[in-house]
């Protein structure tokens, strides 16, 4: 399936244009490094204020997610997306929540909210769990298993800030698919943008749930610079 891409108020003629030429990008942390520099000594673009993100925190509710040691992962996704969304906004970006309460909610509706409000992106934010395996960790995102290049960009240009902003962090990359290798997530598969499941390390692992409640702050600010920097150079 090939999804209707980023709302066309928000440029897809131009994105089109801008990353058939660029089919390396992903692989080279180079490029990626040369756009936030340049994203991060720029003006606020005019164009962001026109531009709608959106933020899903996984779960909620009844559906608590990943369970370690009395740590839900509904109450991590949800803390952490608040925190991204006003980061977002210090940047002159709107954004629109799939939820903002303890809330049950089923993932389709998650993603059609998002094309309701033509979201330039939706960006989902989750824990990733590895039962009896305590020392797996790290960060990852997920695409639809397409790999489109608007996805890919997305994703890539969120865990990039992330490794300069928390260099302890383990990045894992960009995946695509499920984890069972079958089909897509229902957030990639119903978007009608570019879209991410970022898995903001392994609620399972010590190591990662000190790196979060430590650098809290830095993770946040550095998921929405990574999608801010998205939207600056490919929305416009």
């Not at 962090?169 to 984890?179: A, D, E, L, N, Y």
Request: net charge negative; aromatic share 8%.
């Amino acid at each position: 399936m090939i999804k209707k891409r980023i709302k066309y108020g928000c440029g897809c003629a131009v994105l089109m244009v801008l990353v058939i030429g660029s089919l390396h990008i992903i692989k080279s942390k180079i490029e990626i490094k040369s756009v936030i520099d340049q994203t991060e000594s720029a003006s606020l673009n005019p164009v962001v204020y026109q531009t709608v993100v959106c933020l899903d925190a996984g779960h909620g509710g009844d559906d608590v997610g990943a369970e370690y040691n009395g740590r839900y992962e509904k109450d991590d996704d949800l803390t952490i997306t608040l925190a991204v969304k006003k980061e977002l906004e210090s940047l002159g970006v709107e954004v629109i929540l799939t939820r903002s309460q303890d809330i049950s909610m089923d993932n389709a509706p998650r993603a059609e909210y998002a094309n309701l409000y033509d979201a330039a992106v939706l960006v989902s934010i989750h824990r990733n769990y590895y039962e009896g395996y305590e020392a797996v960790n790290g960060i990852e995102a997920w695409i639809n298993s397409q790999f489109l290049q608007e996805d890919e960009l997305l994703a890539a240009a969120i865990l990039e800030v992330i490794e300069e902003a928390v260099p302890k962090s383990t990045i894992r990359g960009v995946k695509g698919g499920t984890m069972d290798g079958e089909g897509n997530y229902t957030i990639n598969r119903v978007a009608q943008m570019p879209s991410c499941i970022l898995e903001l390390g392994f609620i399972s692992s010590d190591y990662d749930n000190t790196l979060l409640d430590t650098y809290f702050s830095d993770y946040a600010a550095a998921i929405a610079q990574g999608i801010y920097t998205y939207i600056q150079t490919f929305c416009t």
